[in-house]
């Protein structure tokens, strides 16, 4: 794979730039792989990379019923931070974060990380007490969090009101400073391009229609639209879809899959320095590069696997905004679209093997999982390699809903609760 850098640029620009290769190849499915991962999100293509990467197997298929990004990862508000509350998802979010920092040079792919701060609003007192727990417990696990009053957070954010007359008021806010964005498309491109030079295979328009098991259980394969395919290890990583496709193998996931919407403005100069999101009104709102708002909403109240949400819940989004920014009452709204997300009774993701033997399971990241691709897949990827967990994930075990150790994050997942 040709190296991107300053000097290709410019080879390019003196000959039209006819030179540019393909990012990643799209073969025909083998008849067998030494392992398969079932979904082409950023998960999925992640796990695919490291596994490559750091484990030396290359013989793997990556299987996406559409095409590469088109679930969550390509539909998401793209927020990253880590100011969870439980020690086990502190060591989670902040393996990713840390990742996030030299990603795009590990890829050679410009994913757009730009940490300009994820700063969550309280409007009432039980608002205050949640958020402070949160800054003090992320403290105590090395994770920098202030708290703000409303005049510092109208500082970090001028565009935010903090009148008191407001419908919302601002009573102070928690800072992440090292939060922020990236570019969700160029997270999947990047790893699909960083995994296909390394041999693996992306197959896009490849839905599994079954997961076959021999007589003791084994997994060995799946059926899918364009034939069957025999693996010794497959990785479900399906988000909204987990639970269909888990099934197919035997397994019922303690998973509700609901609708959650996104939309943007039409673009304006800049004018947002950071991410704000609110909670207990259910928005959240940062500006792309393209100068759009990105506006996040919060989960529909039903499941569904349209992937399609209701009117009202995005116009109550809109009305929050509205109010506690009401510079942007007059722009204009360009698109809006919905993703199915996958939520655990206890708002944490599963990251483990399963009771099929040669089956793990990557899911349950619900409305939050974008923040998390890269330690997501690194650890996975360790997770399947070595047919044990990593101490990261250890925790994040299927069987904590039957033992009722569970990591209660329905306050941290901010839109998930
Ligand atoms: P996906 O990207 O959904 O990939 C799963 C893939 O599996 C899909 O491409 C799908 O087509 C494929 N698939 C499913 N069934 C099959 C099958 N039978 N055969 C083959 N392939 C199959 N998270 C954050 O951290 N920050 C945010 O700001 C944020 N905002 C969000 C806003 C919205 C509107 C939505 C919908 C989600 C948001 N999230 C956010 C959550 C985040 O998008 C997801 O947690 C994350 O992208 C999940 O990535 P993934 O790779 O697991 O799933
Ligand atoms: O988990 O940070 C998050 C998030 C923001 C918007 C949707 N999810």
Redesign the pocket.
């Known amino acids: 794979m040709r190296k991107y850098s300053v000097f290709a640029i410019a080879r390019e620009a003196m000959r039209g730039h006819k030179g540019w290769e393909q990012q990643w190849t799209s073969p025909e499915p083998r008849k067998d792989y030494e392992v398969l991962i079932?979904?082409?999100?950023?998960?999925?293509l992640a796990t695919a990379y490291y596994l490559a990467k750091e484990h030396g197997i290359t013989d793997i298929a990556v299987?996406?019923?559409?095409w590469l990004g088109?679930?969550?990862?390509g539909?998401?508000?793209?927020?990253?931070r880590s100011n969870y509350l439980y020690d086990e998802s502190a060591g989670i979010y902040n393996h990713a974060l840390n990742l996030w920092d030299g990603l795009s040079q590990d890829l050679n792919y410009n994913v757009m990380y730009s940490p300009r701060g994820v700063m969550m609003l309280a409007h009432n007192v039980h608002d205050v007490q949640v958020l402070k727990r949160h800054v003090h417990a992320n403290r105590l696990n090395g994770v920098p969090n202030d708290w703000l009053t409303p005049e510092e957070a109208k500082e970090f954010c001028p565009p935010l009101n903090i009148s008191k007359q407001a419908r919302y008021p601002i009573v102070g806010a928690a800072l992440q400073r090292k939060g922020g964005t990236a570019r969700h498309d160029a997270v999947a491109w990047g790893y699909a391009r960083a995994a296909s030079a390394r041999g693996v295979h992306i197959i896009q328009n490849?839905?599994?229609t079954a997961i076959r098991r021999s007589s003791n259980g084994h997994v060995i394969g799946v059926d899918t639209n364009r034939g069957p395919i025999g693996a010794k290890k497959i990785g479900v990583?399906?988000?909204?879809?987990t639970s269909v496709?888990m099934e197919m193998a035997g397994v019922r996931m303690p998973l509700e899959s609901y609708p959650?919407?996104?939309l943007v403005s039409e673009p304006v100069k800049p004018c947002f320095p950071c991410v704000v999101m609110s909670n207990t009104v259910h928005a959240y709102i940062s500006q792309s590069d393209k100068g759009e708002l990105v506006i996040?909403a919060g989960t529909d109240q039903y499941i569904s696997y349209s992937q399609t949400g209701g009117l009202h819940i995005i116009n109550h989004t809109l009305d929050a905004i509205c109010e506690m920014f009401p510079m942007f009452a007059r722009m204009k709204m360009l698109r809006s679209w919905?993703?199915i997300?996958d939520v655990t009774p206890d708002r944490s993701p599963i990251l483990a093997k399963t009771p099929v033997p040669g089956l793990y399971v990557n899911c349950g990241?619900?409305?939050?999982?974008?923040?998390a691709t890269p330690g997501s897949g690194n650890v996975f990827a360790h997770t399947i390699a070595n047919d044990n967990p990593h101490p990261i994930n250890a925790p994040f075990t299927l069987e904590r809903f039957r033992t009722g150790r569970l990591i209660d994050e329905a306050a941290a997942a901010a839109v998930a609760h």
Do not use: P
């Open positions: 079932i979904g082409a999100g950023g998960h999925g299987l996406e019923k559409g088109g679930g969550n990862t539909r998401n508000t793209t927020i990253i490849c839905e599994v990583v399906a988000a909204g879809h496709l959650l919407q996104a996040g919905g993703g997300v990241w619900g409305t939050g999982g974008f923040k």
